[in-house]
């Protein structure tokens, strides 16, 4: 079956930096376009970064432009999204998802 698991998240100051790793098995992972969402308390949730199947097709958020960086590795099944100069309001549920699912989400807390 397909699993999507997420890791890498955790409390990090303003301007800090992370890597979150979401690693997939149960399909053929290159074949699929793999994305980042993001979920803030009170807020909706919506996407972030975007990876074609080959990763030669990149798309960001307008908001993270410039400091997050999404990546993959298909020999390793694995997707990646580097965040740099991290915000307080990107305090958020960070969800990997491709081939129509979703992992559980890792917290990602931005905070003095």
């Known amino acids: 079956q397909v699993q999507l698991v997420e890791s890498g998240g955790g409390l990090v100051q303003p301007g800090g930096s992370l890597r979150l790793s979401c690693a997939a098995s149960?399909?053929?992972?290159?074949?699929?376009?793999m994305s980042w969402d993001r979920q803030a308390p009170g807020k909706e949730r919506g996407l972030v970064a975007f990876s074609s199947g080959t990763g030669e097709i990149t798309y960001y958020a307008d908001s993270v432009k410039g400091r997050f960086t999404i990546s993959r590795d298909n020999a390793k099944n694995t997707v990646y999204l580097q965040m740099n100069s991290l915000k307080p309001e990107e305090t958020a549920v960070y969800y990997c998802?491709?081939?129509?699912?979703w992992g559980q989400g890792t917290q990602v807390t931005v905070s003095s």
């Open positions: 998802g491709g081939n129509r699912h």
């Open positions: 149960g399909f053929t992972f290159s074949s699929y376009s």
